[in-house]
């Protein structure tokens, strides 16, 4: 139980390292490599790193119905998604536009699971959403200092 105690408390972070260092590889990788085999070597290396995990945590395999599913999202995700994020940035598309919408979907979701969906979002989830807007913006900008001192003054 030891290792999932560990994999249950590190996976936020783990998740959030690994989900905002993609845009920042994509920046350096792409002028040098297509998008879509930027994306298969990138999913390659995710899906060895899966597997080990799996093997040593003894988890248990998906059947069939269940694997249909993981497949057809994961082209969705990370094949169209992924793939159109990655062409946009290799056409020209600078990577912080690129990074904005993508960033800006866990806001929209939440805002329209709770105001149209009647889904419960706590205080904690929007000071999270809140906290990575913030730092969308801090990206985005030129002088992020300046953006700090537009906060304050308001």
Known sequence: MPFTRLAIASAPMLFVLL???GF????????????M??????????VALLVLIALIS??????????????????LVHGVYLGGVFTAIHEGVPV??????????????????????????TRQQWLGLALGLRQHL???????ARLLDLLRDR
Request: some cysteine; aromatic content about 10%; charged content about 10%.
């Open 19 to 21: 989900w905002s260092t």
């Open 24 to 35: 920042i590889g994509a920046r350096y990788g792409l002028p040098y490599i297509e998008p």
């Open 37 to 46: 085999t930027f994306l298969a070597v990138r999913m390659g290396f995710v």
């Open 58 to 75: 003894q988890a248990r395999w998906p059947n069939a119905h269940e694997s249909g599913h993981c497949i057809v999202v994961g082209l």
């Open 96 to 121: 912080g536009i690129s990074a904005l919408m993508p960033g800006l979907q866990p806001l929209l979701t939440s805002t329209i699971a709770n105001h149209f969906m009647g889904e419960t979002v």
């Open 138 to 144: 801090l990206a985005l900008l030129d002088d992020p």
